[in-house]
């Protein structure tokens, strides 16, 4: 009896193993990589930062100085103005934490900017220029509501000057001139086409707002019209001073102003007499229209901001609630919002109809229709948790919908707390902390489901070297996953890359395993982004090939930051398109 009792709970639990067995068989999910197919452009300009980000932390690809103190920002003294964002104080807040080099020279945010970017081996860099009428002349601090523009505390800005350019520029003369800080700006760095050149310009920031944030220049609301007007003529100095140059129009805020200017005054009669869905399809007609007046592109780039407006079970956007499953569920999701149609997020804009969601197959339609062959950039944007691994996973699930959707820049506005987010873009761009990261052309991939997705890549036509992230967005179960790819090369060794945890560093991992017939089988931690670089032997490295398999990769931590980036030359404007138009990713696909 005792003999049939131990037989019958070996059965038992040999019973338990095999179904464990089976059932952890039944839930691998299955990844398809075909790196002959499927091979699609996109930009490297989409792993960017904002001025003010920490430049030893990320290997960016692209750099932005903006925001709503550059629109009074007199580049002649360095004075600007905080508008709503602080008491409408003139101050010298942009230059006050510069190089100190550049405290007292004209433009010295400006070239404290570039100097940033070129530290950190940055090959693109956008200066935002001014386009709202008034810039600061005084820094006595608040400005009074009686003393407005124009007044003693304000200087006009006027884009052409009536006279030669000044290599020192006049600060009694109360106005500022656009093309001579253009001047002055390629004087000392030379045109966009140079290797030390300003790569492209953007028209101010966010107009839609200016009756907010800057009420003492513009205290009505701004017009359809007048931005188009003021959009034009500063383009076409732009143009005129750099032909080549890139031109990024309009910064709108949000959804609120890709749809109706933020309820500008004259929208509602232009939308109707013209049968556009938004006013995106305005803007974008009008510039076309500019185009052949002008006889010359003067919008390159469609610019607008994005700021996730999904709320978690709390009720709150972009909440710090790391304990809450369903908050931290709720910024996972809230990416889909970007190219799902099927997906609707808790926010005032699902309420409001959400008409324009999916964005980026909107913001195509209207591309495509108004103004072809208009790059797509996002200058500002933020989905929050840069303090948490949950927003690492979905600022890299970000950066593979931008580049699927072929998004031309892209540049997050996150300072405080962001480490996770700059850990995601380091997965993209320096995983090895070599300044070797993913691939630059988009190859085919698939999977049978899971909460994953799956970027996959490989460089220039070369297949011998397969570059695989993938994100895990299950919060507390590890996710077994089963890569298989569809090649005849024959592949026989994957280093691993993570991102997982409590910690915002890359790190590298054991290896793979086997590959066998090109397949193998790894378990990615809950809320993670893990690359795969596999590789094949090369034709002339054949004949060195072992038997005995691929060896063991030793486990450890590779901080991803700029400075352990390999220095690169900042590439004129031809350099850098040929570079894009060979860049590509795309986000893996559920098989149906």
């Known amino acids: ?300 780039v469609l610019d607008l901001h994005y700021y996730t407006e999904a709320k978690g079970a709390c009720g709150e956007r972009m909440c710090g609630h790391y304990d809450n499953d369903d908050c931290i569920k709720a910024r996972l999701d809230s990416v889909r919002s970007l190219y799902d149609p099927d997906y609707r997020e808790n926010s005032w804009i699902t309420d409001t109809g959400a008409e324009f969601f999916p964005l980026l197959p909107n913001i195509q339609q209207s591309v495509d229709e108004y103004y072809p062959d208009t790059k797509i950039a996002f200058t500002e944007y933020d989905f929050g948790g840069g303090d948490h691994i949950s927003g690492g996973v979905c600022e890299a699930d970000v950066l593979g919908i931008f580049a699927e959707y072929g998004v031309y820049f892209a540049t997050i506005w996150s300072f405080d707390n962001n480490a996770f987010q700059l850990g995601a873009i380091n997965m993209f761009t320096n995983c090895d902390g070599a300044g070797n990261g993913f691939g630059d052309t988009l190859v085919k991939s698939e999977h049978s489901g899971g909460d994953i997705s799956v970027y996959s890549s490989i460089d220039g036509e070369d297949e011998n070297t397969v570059k695989i992230i993938v994100t895990n967005r299950s919060i507390h179960d590890d996710t077994p996953v089963s890569i298989t790819l569809s090649s005849d090369k024959a592949y026989e060794s994957a280093e691993v890359y993570s991102l997982y945890g409590d910690s915002p560093l890359v790190r590298k991992l054991g290896g793979a395993g086997e590959i066998t017939e090109n397949r193998f089988t790894y378990t990615l931690p809950a809320l993670s982004v893990t690359e795969f670089v596999v590789s094949a032997p090369r034709v002339s490295e054949i004949s060195d090939i072992s038997l005995d398999g691929a060896s063991e990769i030793s486990s450890e931590s590779v901080e991803s930051g700029g400075n352990n980036a390999l220095p690169f030359a900042i590439g004129g404007v031809a350099a850098v398109g040929a570079a894009a138009a060979a860049t590509a990713v795309i986000r893996g696909k559920k098989k149906r």
């Open 1 to 300: 009896m005792r003999f049939l009792g131990k037989a019958a709970a070996f059965t038992i639990i040999l019973g338990v193993v095999m179904s464990t067995s089976a059932y952890a068989e039944s839930n691998i999910v299955e990844i398809t990589v075909t790196p002959s197919e499927g091979h699609k452009a996109v930009s490297p300009y989409i792993y960017g930062v904002n001025s003010g980000v920490d430049m030893s932390a990320v290997s960016a690809k692209s750099f932005r100085l903006g925001g709503n103190r550059l629109s009074a920002y007199n580049w002649e003294n360095n004075l600007s103005n905080a508008g709503s964002d602080w008491h409408n104080s003139s101050d010298m807040y942009l230059v006050q934490n510069v190089a100190e080099e550049f405290r007292d020279v004209p433009a010295g945010a400006i070239f404290n900017a570039a100097y940033d970017a070129r530290k950190g081996n940055v090959p693109y860099t956008l200066i935002t220029l001014q386009m709202l009428g008034y810039v600061s002349s005084d820094k006595s601090g608040s400005v009074p509501e009686e003393s407005a523009a124009p007044s003693d505390y304000w200087f006009k800005v006027v884009n052409r000057k009536d006279g030669d350019f000044s290599a020192d520029p006049d600060l009694t003369d109360n106005e500022v001139y656009m093309d001579e800080l253009l001047n002055y700006l390629i004087t000392n760095f030379g045109k966009s086409d140079t290797e030390t050149g300003i790569k492209a310009y953007a028209l101010d920031n966010e107009p839609a707002l200016w009756r907010h944030t800057h009420s003492l220049v513009q205290s009505e609301p701004l017009s359809c019209a007048e931005l188009m007007e003021k959009s034009v003529d500063l383009a076409s100095v732009v143009k005129d001073m750099d032909g080549g140059a890139e031109v990024f129009g309009p910064a709108l805020f949000g959804y609120s102003a890709y749809d109706s200017l933020g309820g500008a005054p004259d929208w509602a009669e232009l939308k109707r007499e013209n049968g556009y869905r938004w006013f995106i399809d305005y803007y974008l007609d009008e510039m076309r229209k500019s185009e052949t007046e002008n006889g010359k592109r003067l919008l390159d």
